[in-house]
């Protein structure tokens, strides 16, 4: 793609959780069309490795990683200050880092996991690198989301960290749906900046999602997604984010959701106004920025 590599050069990508799955694979990518691309990862030799392999694949050296763990906000704090001190501006955001958790676990900061990493981590590190995507005078924001949003009736404001029940597939679904509520509320409140910011559905892909639940819940998603007939590869996966951070065609659309590359109808809860609103209000809270 001749027109993506003029496009792409000189522009500045950060992709998080870029070190396997949809994320490494939409990394090497960008990197292919010319973008300096800023990979995210909690090992530092996957880190390290990742870089190389991208490096090597695609001849282009402006590939960096910066370690941070996306469920702590004190490591969310110290990537943005480290992603401010060496780029001057960010062309692309790609919202990528996100698990399921098949046990209740609480994050560093006290917060359900699912819901910590998930949305909270989307929610922080876009807040924090605002003023560098407005630097650019035209940014885009890719959240990746997950149809699995529409299997969640809406957000339940009074049980944030499921203290009263679990289940790992509705943590997670409920986390997809705050994805899809914060890109939409997102999209109102940036109105007027040149920021667009859309979510992306990459359908059931191969990758180690759910793995750290060990190898027999990761046996049971890969399967459940092989009789469905709907699994893909990371690279099928990647493609409707890496349409919505490069192509032409969406240049000016903000506010939607996609999946294969093609507008897309979310769910009714995605879309109650007065439900974004609240989880926008409580996000800020529970991450401290109305405060700072």
Known sequence: MQDGVKRMSGKICLVTGATSGIGAATALSLAKEGATVIGTGRDPQRC???????????GNPSVDFFLADL????????????????????????NNAGARFS???????????????????????????LDKLRHTGHARIV????????????????????????????????????????????????????????????????????????WVSWAGHIIGSLRSGSLVGPAEGAKTTLYLALSPEVDAVSGGYFAKEKPAQSSKASLDTDAAGRLWQISAELTKLRAA
């Open 48 to 58: 390290a490795a990742s870089a190389g392999k991208i490096i090597r694949a695609t």
């Open 103 to 129: 046990s209740r676990l609480l994050s560093a900061d006290g917060h359900e996991m699912t819901f910590a990493l998930n949305h909270l981590g989307y929610f922080l590190l876009t807040a924090l690198l």
């Open 71 to 94: 469920s702590v906000q004190g490591d969310i704090h110290a990537l943005a200050k480290q992603f401010k001190a060496r780029y001057p501006r960010l062309d692309v955001l790609i």
């Open 143 to 214: 959240n990746v989301a997950s149809g699995a949003h529409h299997s969640c009736p809406g957000i339940d404001f009074e049980d944030l960290k499921c203290e009263r029940s679990y289940s790992g597939k509705a943590a997670y679904a409920q986390s997809k749906l705050a994805n899809l509520l914060f890109t939409y509320e997102l999209d109102r409140r940036l109105k007027e900046t040149g920021i667009t910011v859309n979510a992306a559905g990459p359908g059931n892909v191969l990758t180690r999602f759910s793995r750290n639940n060990g």
